[in-house]
């Protein structure tokens, strides 16, 4: 592919930050917006306002949206729900605006959502066509998200959306927090470890990303995780393994978690068994398809072969 302007929403987050630098050095020029621009290649917008720099978008073959206030950042009170909708909707309706009011237009459109749009679906593997089961927030959100993305078909514009799973890096997300118990010896599980973690290595998140840019037939709704999905305690034991830490693995029980952190409970006790299967038969293909290898890259690199 020749080297393309990419402009990203959502830049300095756990994926954003990554992908930049990733595109950067397959030598795509890459744009970031942000509320508080700091040197060149960073734009102002504010969503929650309807600002942008409209320089921002000038030039650009393609925008990657992965803009979206942390989903288990804080506690879900009415206000945050509030926040967790608008700042994913309102990101992708104020590029809408910006890019139907321009002549060129960039051609490709990528967003991210999330496997929470299938609720909590036990045992059952979910397909890009499966419907969600169950009426919750986090079915809600992602539904709204995934609608705000489609408005950008009625442009021409080629649209990519990835339902992106549990995200495996060291510096943030999931793992982080599974991290902090395993360094004083204590594997915490939740609930009974049995529910189902479509996990992905961070690497692989971005990769897709890229391969969706650079492959022109790819449109639609892909589920973005490992083929291998992993349950919760199998994870954890996983984790302590790559990191070399003896451990004792108990449970947090779910009550406890649901006491804690109320509805948003959800983002670690639902069970997604998620199908990578239409991306694979899409062509894309995983550097780090298996869970032990994947976290073993993670915590000591040195030690993997390359793939």
Known sequence: MQPSTILIAGGSGLIGSEL???????????????RSPKGDGQFYWDPAKGEIDTKSLQGVDAVINLAGAGIAD???????????????????????REMEQMSTRPKTYLSASAVGIYGNSGETWMREDSK?????????CCEQWEAAADTMTLLGIRTVKFRIGVVMAKEGGALAEIVKPLRFGLGAYFGNGQA???????????RAFIWALENQGVAGVFNLCSPNT??????????????????????????????????????ILNSNRVSAEKLIEAGFEFKWPELDSALLDIFAPHLTVDH
């Open 20 to 34: 930049a630098e990733l595109l950067r050095q397959n030598g795509h020029q890459v744009r970031l917006l942000s």
């Open 74 to 96: 804080k506690r879900w009170t009415a206000d945050r729900k509030k926040v967790l909708v608008e700042s994913r909707v309102q990101s992708a309706a104020l590029l809408f």
């Open 132 to 140: 969600s089961t169950e009426q919750s927030f986090m079915v809600d």
């Open 196 to 206: 189902w973690w479509p996990w992905i290595h961070r690497e692989d998140v971005c």
């Open 230 to 267: 992993a349950r919760g305690k199998a994870l954890v034991k996983s984790t302590a393994k790559a990191m070399r830490q003896v451990a004792l693995f108990l449970p947090a029980p779910a009550f406890v978690l649901q006491l804690i952190f109320g509805e948003m409970s959800a983002v």
